[in-house]
């Protein structure tokens, strides 16, 4: 197995992240600005009002009050984006274990296992995103993209539909919805 070198950056803000205390944690799906946003979410059908309010709860659920968090967030996007899954596993371990009731760190988490191929873990962080966020929609999409892969169609379809139910107006989450009750209806015949 190849060695895997950290960088000294990312080190030194795991170890500032470690030692730090859970005590003063306000984590993103808490912040009271998003109930706005999301009754924004099933009043509006203007495409443009939509995507505004979509990108609002983005930047709000990747929000974390301490910076040191905040900063390895964007450190592991920025890995699993390169396609550095080792470090940024490393990374969103690390937020997930300092900081457990922070949705966003395990939704990342959930991302990078699906792009490794490991849908049961995604699964799992999923579960434990919509547990701690039952209206995040990025990871309802996700899970029902999962489900969707591996040919649980009906799972599919609930995932969608709750996206429905928060974002009725979600044109990616009525694609996906139409096509999967297609997909049904086909194998019923």
Known sequence: MAKFKIPTRITRLIITLSVATAATLYADQTD??????????????NPVALRATENRIWEIWLEHDN?????????GIEAMNRRQFPEALLIFNQIIENFPDF???????????????????????????LELEPRHFGALSGLGLVYLQQGKLALAEEAFGQIIAIHPNNTAAQENLRRVRLQRNQNVI
């Open 32 to 45: 009271e600005r998003l109930n706005g946003f999301f009754e924004q979410l099933l009043l509006t059908n």
């Open 103 to 129: 949705a966003e760190g395990w939704n990342k988490r959930a991302t990078l296992f699906y792009l490794v191929g490991n849908t049961d873990a995604s699964i799992e962080d999923i579960k434990k995103t």
């Open 67 to 75: 910076d040191d968090v905040q900063q390895l967030l964007t450190l």
